[in-house]
């Protein structure tokens, strides 16, 4: 199972939950994207908070197994992945 570190911003969703285990299909075949509308089916609300036009929103990165992924909603993950959406960071 892959492993979603839900951000402090997003875990009023989840119950306070900081991970949520998302079963993937072997091979890499599963995506960001999938995750996203699984996580949205088990907390309703999720996609709406990170999704903008069927993107991601701006400013949000999304991290797996520890580096950054420039595919975003397209970047496919293992069985075992670490997965992290970054919010943007603000202040001065």
Known sequence: MAVVHVPSLLQDL???VETV???VSGEGRTSVRQVVEELDRRFP???????WED????GIAVFIDGEQN?????????GD???FFIPPVVGG
């Open 14 to 16: 989840t119950g306070g």
């Open 21 to 23: 285990e998302v079963q």
């Open 45 to 51: 609300g999720f996609a709406a908070r990170l999704l």
């Open 55 to 58: 993107d991601l929103m701006p």
């Open 70 to 78: 420039r595919l975003g909603l397209r970047a496919k993950i293992a």
């Open 81 to 83: 992945s670490q997965i």
